[in-house]
Structure formats: C-alpha cells, structure tokens
C-alpha cells in the first residue's frame, strides 16, 4: 500500500516550465508502475504518462509528448514529471496514481491517488 502526495503545481507564463513531485509512502514503491493523469476545467480526466516500477518503460500522451518528461527515483520514493513549453491548454489539476500490476492508461486501473496539484498557464 503506498499513498501518493503530488506537490510542485503552480502560475506559469506559456512557455515555461514546472517540475512535479509525487512523494509515495509505503514498503515497496519500487513494485508500483505510476501514472500522472490530468483534468481540466470542464473536461473529463485524461492520461498523461506513466512509468514502470523499474523506470525503463514510459509512455506518453500524444498531446505532451517531447514537451514533458517522467522519471521516478526509487531510493527515495518519488516519481517526478517535468513540464516543459507549457500552454494554456496544459492548465489542469495533475494527479500521480499508481498500481501494482502493470503500467496501463486508464485511470480505472490505478488503485491509489494523490489529491492533486493545479498547474495553470497564462498565455
């Protein structure tokens, strides 16, 4: 069991950047794939990126792909997510999930959540 705590969100111009932090609690965060999912105001929930538990496999949503970057580092038990060339449609609460069964992209395969942090962009 982990308990995931994003933090890092904030006001930026478009075309800057933000770094992401999501800070998991528990024994064994190194078996958890982990996933950065988004919404918008007024838009459904969607898939940003994930990671294996390992850190080798990533995946990207088309919409941030070259522009945002995942890493995890595992002996301190966090995933990051850096956000670079952000727009204003990149403004959203990002929420870091994770399981423990594979690295999917549905939101209904994660088993554990953080609150949240909100990311706008002013253009």
């Known amino acids: 069991q982990v308990q995931p705590v994003e933090s890092g969100g904030g006001l930026v111009q478009a075309g800057g950047s933000l770094r992401l932090s999501c800070v998991a609690s528990?024994?064994?965060?190194?078996?958890?794939?982990v996933a950065w999912f988004r919404q918008a105001p007024g838009k459904e929930r969607e898939f940003v990126a994930r990671?294996?538990?390992?850190?080798?496999?990533?995946l990207y949503a088309d919409s941030v792909k070259g522009r945002f970057t995942i890493s995890r580092d595992n002996a301190n038990n966090t995933v990051y997510m850096q956000l670079n060339s952000l727009k204003p449609e990149d403004t959203a609460v990002y929420y870091c999930?994770?399981?423990?069964?594979?690295?999917?992209?549905?939101?209904?395969?994660?088993?554990?959540w953080g609150q949240g942090t909100h990311v706008t962009v002013s253009s």
């Open positions: 528990g024994r064994a965060f190194d078996r958890y794939a």
């Open positions: 999930a994770a399981n423990n069964k594979g690295s999917f992209t549905s939101s209904d395969a994660y088993n554990y």
């Open positions: 990671i294996g538990s390992s850190g080798v496999s990533t």
